[in-house]
Nanobody
Framework: QVQLVESGGGLVQPGGSLTLSCTAS????????AAWYRQAPGKRRELVAR???????NFADSVKGRFTISRDNAKNTVFLQMNSLKPEDTAVYYC???????????????WGQGTQVTVSS
């Protein structure tokens, strides 16, 4: 079964850092565009960062200069490096990606199950 598996969330103090990982498990040929979203309690899910298959990136204004998104195509993994974390970064973080199962299949969009990030002293 193809799925996105996230890891790396946890509790961190303000100003600290965390790195989230999102790995496509199962039989995968490639990942196209991928992104990280987050959803805080009582708020809508919002885009945090996106990376294209060619490595181009874009970020929400609230995380520019603090977060970095990257990918390891050989390992079918996307990362979100989060620095200078603030309490307002507290949310469940979700990975989203377009996956191709074979070299000739279309891309299918998948969501991960989410990982909790809590920024608190």
């Amino acid at each position: 079964q193809v799925q996105l598996v996230e890891s790396g969330g946890g509790l961190v103090q303000p100003g600290g850092s965390l790195t989230l990982s999102c790995t496509a498990s199962g039989s995968i040929f490639s990942i196209n565009d991928a992104a990280w979203y987050r959803q805080a309690p009582g708020k809508r899910r919002e885009l945090v960062a996106r990376i294209t298959s060619g490595g181009s990136t874009n970020f929400a204004d609230s995380v520019k200069g603090r977060f970095t998104i990257s990918r390891d195509n050989a390992k079918n993994t996307v990362f979100l490096q989060m620095n200078s974390l603030k309490p307002e970064d507290t949310a469940v973080y979700y990975c989203n990606a377009d996956l191709r199962y074979t070299s000739y299949s279309p891309y299918y969009n998948h969501w991960g199950q989410g990982t909790q990030v809590t920024v608190s002293s």
